[in-house]
């Protein structure tokens, strides 16, 4: 059972997070800008899966250890930042830039499912963010915790995914009029490729606190 009386501060703060670009996001979008919508939302459920995760651990009690052991939470993030340093670069040099039609579509599909995936999961900060982000709306004393961790963790992630797949259409629109200029879409990719090693930088300079 839900405190109702947290719902709508807690609606509000879904929609501001789920609106700000963040290394999900920008991977999810990049995935729809250089292979098309439908590997965006296969990239965008796998980050989804990747952060249902942490908000497993914050319900089971377990996120407390990645919150406060260096150790645990620097080893993440450093395979966090590598990943997302690999992705960026791997778009940068890539040569193709345009849709084609696939021989093996769920084989991408499933690429970009994983990709994503390690996205979400190997993101610390993620974590750390529903382990400060959800108790402000859990009342104890009306339900279980870890039955409110999970139902309001849920919403987050999920609402995420709706706020991504609006994102997807509207840039696969306006993309696809662009995917037979091929030195545009090198140019589209090659810049996602650089925010997303941005991200990953800033991740590996990030600490538990910040």
Same mark, same amino acid.
């Given at each position: 059972m839900l405190d109702m009386s947290? !719902? #709508? *501060?807690? +609606? !509000?703060a879904v929609i501001l !997070?789920? !609106?700000? #670009?963040?290394p999900e996001m920008i991977f999810v979008v990049s995935t729809a800008v250089s292979? *098309? &919508?439908k590997q965006g939302i296969y990239a965008s459920l796998g980050t989804a899966c990747g952060s249902t995760i942490h908000v497993l651990l914050v319900a089971c009690g377990l996120a407390v250890v990645l919150s %406060?052991?260096?150790?645990v939470f620097t080893v993440i993030k450093i395979? *966090?930042?590598v990943y997302l340093c690999y992705l960026g670069v791997k778009a940068i040099v890539s040569r193709s830039m345009t849709v084609v039609p696939e021989t093996n579509g769920m084989k991408k599909n499933q690429n970009?499912? &994983?990709k994503g995936f390690f996205v979400g999961v190997l993101n610390p900060k993620s974590v750390i963010f529903f382990l400060a982000f959800l108790p402000q709306f859990i009342n104890p004393e009306i339900g279980s915790y870890s039955f409110q961790v999970v139902s309001l963790g849920l919403f987050t992630v999920f609402a995420g995914v709706a706020v991504e797949v609006v994102i997807i259409l509207l840039v696969d629109r306006i993309v696809g009029v662009l995917r037979g200029n091929q030195r545009i879409m090198m140019m589209i990719? &090659? +810049?996602s490729g650089m925010v997303l090693i941005c991200f990953g930088l800033k991740l590996a300079l990030s %600490?538990? &606190?910040n």
């Open positions: 947290l !719902i #709508p *501060g807690f +609606l !509000i !997070i789920n !609106i700000s #670009p963040g292979s *098309g &919508k %406060t052991s260096l150790v395979l *966090g930042a970009a499912y &994983k990719d &090659k +810049l %600490t538990q &606190k």
